[in-house]
């Protein structure tokens, strides 16, 4: 192993030379992988392949308490390697990306869409897979066999249930045994209803889309929708802004969500925001 040190907040850089496999830790005691900085040379799908590959470590809680929830629904592209590269700068700032090949996993497995999960996977962003749940009205049977496609093809963390109905009592088992059968396969789920739900919705999965709309939501629907209950519950999407908010209005989100997507662009999700950025820049000193 060659070792240099870079000052990043008592944060120290490794650089290490592997044949074949990825090291779950390179890390010294007691410090954990809060980023790693990219591979080089490496061909995905070849084995026992000289590559370097670099991480950073850290013994501090270096994690911002507001990440992103990007839905990124266009095909590969450059925007998912703009991704990745602003993941490595802006290290503390926790990522989530939904993919949606073709209004879930597709008829068949993609190498193109492997190759590029693989590469924000490898730079620390946790990816989840579309699924429409039309309100409720799917059978679980068919949302369990998307599951398992995106695991099996993928590789994802988790899965994000749209169309979630949270507005009319009756459902909460529906998603919660959805939600049951993802952690049995080792996923979580995040689930869209796109606004405020019935209180008893909010454990029936791991984290819910308490808005989905253009324009901002306010600070008062946002206490609200998330029915006293802890942040890491929640997250919204914001689509059609303009401008984005002032630190201060971002920091006073964290009481609410733990999750955002804040963009100028549409509501198709095809394009990454033009200020995203410095929309990351602003997560990264949320307090």
Known sequence: MIGRIRLILVTSVLMIMVIGVIPA??????QQVVADNGILNYNIGRSCVPYLYYITCSSLNTSSPVGLIVPLYEYPSADWATLASLKQEYFVVPI?????????????????????VRMLQMSNIVVYGYVATGYGKVASGY???SMIQYSDWYHVGGIFLDEMQGGMLGYQAYYGNLTAYA???GLKTIANPGTSVICSYIHTVDSLTID??????????????????TASNFNFISYGVGALPSQTWLDSTAQYVSYVWITDQTATYNNLPSYLTQEMSL?????
């Open 183 to 185: 952690h049995s396969i």
């Open 25 to 30: 830790s390179g890390c010294p005691a007691g």
């Open 143 to 145: 949302v369990e066999a």
């Open 96 to 116: 989530i990306v939904i993919i949606n090949p073709d209004s879930g996993a597709g008829a068949s497995y993609d190498p193109t869409y492997a190759a590029y």
């Open 212 to 229: 989905e709309s253009q324009g901002l939501p306010t600070l008062s629907f946002l206490s609200t929708a998330s029915c006293g209950d």
């Open 283 to 287: 997560l990264a000193q949320t307090p």
